[in-house]
């Protein structure tokens, strides 16, 4: 941020400024934490959300962050995870005095963290995570810090919940044509098999069936093998077999 600006406005101009094919989803929620840790001036920050089921600190600002959290996901109770479960906001003036969750504040302040704030990320009602916002010092967060990450969040989950569409669409869009790709190339080898041994569709894909089962290979691997040898093959007519080899009609 620079000297003397408005925290909240910049914040806020960096997310108008955020185009969502620039990086991956991962690099958008980094970018975000560190607007938001920035925002405040935290030591270090995250965002819980869930991954593979179970919450975790997704992403960070710093690789303690992470050990940090690890405690409240182990016993399943912290300002973070209730953040994101409650949707509410949860700040811890002095982990060494505060007696609602121990063990997570015990470990912060063993990670010498003196104070925290944890904000919740939702769009429409649904949680998408919550930042983690870790300070050395202790009070770090007031009630001016806490209202203007709060406000920060409700844009930051927007984009968020934006980019995170946009990622899922493209994703089905690349499968989607890569299998058609697929099932254009195993169209073209059964057709190929069936020339060349006489068979009927359903005989000449079960033979790359069987194939792709015996060398423990995908249908399309097997199918491309076929497809590129009856391609540049040169010695006469010959027919491809599922194998990948040839043998002379």
């Not at 505060?98 to 912060?108: G, I, M, N, S, V």
């Amino acid at each position: 941020m620079v000297d003397g600006a408005d925290p909240m406005a910049e914040g806020l101009d960096v997310l108008a400024e955020f185009f969502v094919d620039d990086g991956t989803f991962g690099d958008t929620l980094l970018r975000v934490a560190e607007v938001a840790r920035r925002m405040v001036a935290a030591d270090m920050a995250g965002i819980t959300m869930m991954v593979e089921g179970r919450p975790q600190t997704g992403v960070y600002t710093d690789t303690l962050a992470p050990e940090i959290d690890e405690a409240q996901y182990e016993t399943g109770v912290g300002p973070c995870i209730e953040a994101f479960r409650d949707q509410r906001t949860y700040r811890i003036d002095s982990t060494a005095d505060d007696d609602r969750w121990p063990a997570f504040a015990k470990d912060a302040l063993a990670h010498g963290i003196r104070s925290t704030l944890s904000v919740p990320l939702a769009v429409r009602g649904e949680a998408m995570g919550a930042f983690n916002l870790y300070a050395k010092t202790l009070s770090a967060f007031d009630d001016v810090n806490s209202r203007r990450v709060e406000l920060f969040g409700r844009h930051a989950a927007i984009v968020l919940a934006n980019s995170r569409i946009y990622w899922d669409a493209r994703e089905l869009n690349e499968n989607l044509q890569q299998a058609m790709r697929s099932r254009a190339t195993i169209d073209q080898a059964v057709g190929i098999l069936m020339v060349g041994g006489g068979r009927n569709p359903e005989e000449a894909f079960d033979l790359l069936v069987r194939a792709s089962q015996r060398e423990n290979r995908k249908l399309r691997d097997i199918a491309e093998d076929i497809v590129q040898r009856a391609v540049t093959r040169r010695d006469g007519p010959a027919t491809a077999q599922p194998d990948g080899s040839t043998a002379a009609q």
